[in-house]
């Protein structure tokens, strides 16, 4: 596995928030840009850098020790599309449902969200007739959301776009991210913009995965480039009190392998829910402070990964077939840490047309259409969507009644 020999050599990284030291807890070595599927001519183009993450000793924020240039992640061709998931379909327009009927009830209420992507959360505020504006830097996924009549802008939201958009649209009611905010380094210049473009009472709402599910549920994996921040409801509370905020709700979300949904707002606005001491106090319970929590987080990473690999080989000996399927950001760092290439995984089955005829960023495994796994259905098929599990299983049930078997590692190695 790579990256275990080189322990120490993220010593001395600053905390991206509050400039104090980061200690590093996980080291996975040498990583490629995680949604860098490439055509085979581009093999080997990718862009490498140290995926490594850390503790802030002051602050307690985790966050990676190596900023990855967000152009060399979010550009034309980058290939995620959010409405990819029935679920997540789903679940974008009850959250747009509920904005519309709690803030955006004034007169001509506006809408910003950060990280638009194919519109999958904005559909629902434009057939409501509502003013909203979407910001996302990747070209091809802002233009799908443009083609259904989404007001999009392509552009990374930080401090100078939002003052442009407060200049054109004015004040906005509520600012939306999801999957996003954790990308940005660049924290500080983004919460200058929401205090730009934020209307007095108005909210910034976000989403993301959930440090508290990422340690309980061993889910590493979710360590990748563009999960720069790992952020808890403690260190959300600190990062907006620095930044003139206050965090006034945490919602415990069940998607994308248990995330959080923060609502923030100027000080003195609004009063804060009692679930924000609730998570507080449990967060506090898990020892999510704790250093001691992250060394037996990376050791059971660790632990995973050795066996995940045991499996690979001893199913590769025995003359079975084993494919991916969720040619996922996360399958990178798990693919690339244990060095599993196309002789242990043959390819990677996926839904998106973007990915597909490409080859995993780093080891190169082919993408194909998940059209095409069941002819024929492998042995066993290592599910790198886990967090889709309940969607994919219902999609492909026959896989299982042919014989076929899943292979998790999340939150251990095992099958069903
Ligand atoms: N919100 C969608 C969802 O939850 O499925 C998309 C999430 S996708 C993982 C992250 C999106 O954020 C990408 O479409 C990317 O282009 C966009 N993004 C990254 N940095 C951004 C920034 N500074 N401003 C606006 N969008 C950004
Ligand atoms: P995500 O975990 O980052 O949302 O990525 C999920 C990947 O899995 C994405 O590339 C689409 C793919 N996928 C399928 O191939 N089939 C499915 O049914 C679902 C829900 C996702």
């Known amino acids: 596995m790579a990256g275990s020999e080189n322990q120490e050599s993220g010593e001395g990284k600053r905390c991206r928030i509050c400039g104090d030291v980061v200690e590093e807890f996980i080291d996975f070595g040498r990583q490629p840009v995680s949604d860098s599927f490439v055509m085979p001519y581009e093999a080997g183009q990718e862009f490498f ?3 490594s993450a850390g503790i802030c000793v002051a602050c307690s924020m985790v966050q990676l020790t ?5 152009e060399q992640m979010f550009h034309e061709d980058y290939p995620y599309r959010s409405s990819g998931s029935t679920r ?11 904005l519309l009927e709690t803030e955006l009830t004034g007169r001509d209420p506006l809408i910003v969200e950060i990280g638009s992507n194919d519109g999958i959360m904005l559909r629902t505020v434009r057939d409501a007739g509502v003013r909203h504006l979407g910001v996302d830097p990747s070209v091809r996924a ?6 259904e009549g989404i007001r999009v802008q392509t552009d990374f939201f930080e401090e100078q776009s939002a003052r442009k958009i407060a200049a054109s649209e004015g004040p906005a009611n509520v600012i939306f991210s999801a999957n996003t905010f954790s990308h940005i380094a660049y924290i500080d210049s983004i919460f200058r913009g929401v205090d730009t473009l934020l209307a007095s009472d108005g909210v910034f709402v976000f989403e993301d995965r959930y440090l508290g599910d990422i340690i309980s549920r061993n889910a590493f994996d979710q360590i990748y480039d563009e999960h720069f921040y790992l952020f808890s409801v403690s260190s959300v509370q600190s990062i907006a009190q620095t930044f003139g905020f206050v965090l006034i709700d945490a919602e415990h979300l069940d998607i994308h392998g248990g ?19 609730q998570f507080l106090r449990q967060e506090q319970k898990m020892g999510l402070a704790d250093p001691g929590t992250y060394r037996r987080f990376a050791e059971e990473t660790r632990n995973s990964c050795s066996e995940l690999i045991s499996l690979l080989r001893d199913l590769r000996a025995e003359g079975k077939t084993v494919v991916g399927y969720g040619a996922t950001a996360k399958s990178s760092t798990l693919l690339n840490y244990c060095n599993i290439g196309s002789d242990l995984v043959s ?7 973007e990915k597909q005829g490409r080859l995993s960023p780093g080891t190169h495994i082919p993408v ?3 059209d095409e796994f069941s002819a024929p259905y492998p042995d066993y098929a290592l599910l790198f969507a886990w967090n889709h599990s309940d969607e994919i299983l219902a999609k492909e049930q026959e896989f299982r ?11 251990t190695v095992h099958l069903i």
């Open 49 to 51: 850098f140290r995926l």
């Open 66 to 70: 190596e900023e990855v240039p967000r």
């Open 88 to 98: 997540m379909r789903s679940h974008f327009h009850s959250v747009a449902q509920r």
């Open 142 to 147: 802002a233009e799908l959301a443009a083609s």
């Open 259 to 277: 995330s959080m949904r923060y609502t923030v707002a100027r000080p003195g606005v609004r009063i804060p829910s009692d679930s924000v001491a």
């Open 347 to 353: 390819c990677i089955f996926d839904s998106t047309p």
């Open 368 to 370: 194909r259409s998940s």
């Open 401 to 411: 009644e042919a014989g076929g078997r899943w292979i998790l590692y999340v939150p």
